[in-house]
């Protein structure tokens, strides 16, 4: 199936060393995320590599992560009915009930996914339940958190009930150009034209 949008987009990390680039593609079936990550873990060399596929409502249905730090490799896989009950490497887990949206701490590119799932008008204020991957450990647990949308491309992310907050400046499609003080956004190619 030919995807009807293929963007590329290539970040680089602003304070530490590190860069990503994911591919976003979208088809009839919905939208997938593929990234590979390169940053320092615990002051180690550490590559993530991702896949999230969503379906056409933004849904986080299945995830898969890779990682290899120094010699040490894990893997990780996820499966979500969409309704928000997640199995983890094929076990069920109570404790993400309620979470519609994975987020992995390594990537700005799962932001993308509640702002594209909740279409927030301007001014609006929305609190979500998320899988959230912790990283080097692979571990998963639940984590509110709040979107703010400020302007046409302007959002305010928070969770850790508001200890963390970041502002997420974002393309029309909703992958972020720059959050916060972390990420940047240096280049982008679009494969197929939107709509």
Not at 80 to 105: F, K, T
Not at 151 to 171: C, H, K, N
């Amino acid at each position: 199936m030919v995807p009807r949008i293929e963007k590329t987009i290539f970040w680089q990390t602003v304070q530490e060393p590190g860069a990503e680039v994911c591919t976003l593609s979208e088809s009839e079936s919905g939208w997938i995320f593929s990234g590979t990550v390169l940053t320092m873990l615990a002051g180690i060399p550490t590559e993530v590599r991702y896949q999230i596929a969503c379906d056409t409502r933004w849904v986080t249905r299945e995830v898969h992560v890779a990682e290899r730090r120094g010699e040490a490799n894990m893997e990780l896989h996820l499966e979500s009915d969409g309704a928000g009950r997640w199995h983890a490497d094929g076990n069920y887990v109570p404790a993400l009930d309620g979470s519609v949206d994975v987020d992995l701490e390594v990537t700005p590119a799962t932001n993308s996914l509640p702002i594209g799932r909740m279409r927030l008008s301007i001014g609006e204020t929305a609190e979500i339940q998320a899988a959230w991957v912790r990283f080097p450990e692979l571990t998963v647990e639940s984590a509110l958190q709040r979107y703010t949308h400020l302007d046409e491309q302007r959002y305010v992310y928070e969770s850790q009930g508001g200890l963390y907050s970041a502002i997420l400046d974002v393309d029309e499609v909703g992958l972020a150009t720059r959050y916060g003080d972390i990420w940047i956004r240096n280049a982008a190619t679009t494969a197929a034209p939107l709509g």
